[in-house]
């Protein structure tokens, strides 16, 4: 069965940083390309993050960029998203993501306040 579950999240002020994890299991992890995506209250569903299979290529949004850094560990089949800097409006949950496919985990919310 596969599975994808995030960690990390929590409470944390305006200008502080935090890690995510996402594990994964019941795939070859490996092979894949791994998106972080995230969701505010009443927004759309935001692309964060991609990494290719063998952390050759990377990929960010503007709204990240220079702050965020995604990165895996295939022997752990985990993707980790590292977030500095961080501003009240990166307040979400953050979800994981294989490449081009359905599976996703179940979130981690991410509260960005003072």
């Known amino acids: 069965e596969v599975q994808l579950v995030e960690s990390g999240g929590g409470l944390v002020q305006p200008g502080g940083s935090l890690r995510l994890s996402c594990a994964a299991s019941g795939f070859s992890f490996s092979s894949y390309a791994m998106n972080w995506f995230r969701q505010a209250p009443g927004k759309e569903r935001e692309w964060i993050a991609r990494?290719?299979?063998?952390?050759?290529?990377?990929s960010y949004a503007d709204s990240v960029k220079g702050r965020f850094t995604i990165s895996r560990d295939n022997a752990k089949n985990t993707v980790y998203l590292q977030m500095h800097s961080l501003k009240p409006e990166d307040t979400a949950v953050y979800y994981c993501?294989?490449?081009?496919?359905?599976?996703w985990g179940q979130g981690t919310l991410v509260t960005v306040s003072s």
């Open positions: 990494i290719n299979s063998r952390s050759i290529t990377t």
């Open positions: 993501n294989a490449a081009f496919t359905k599976w």
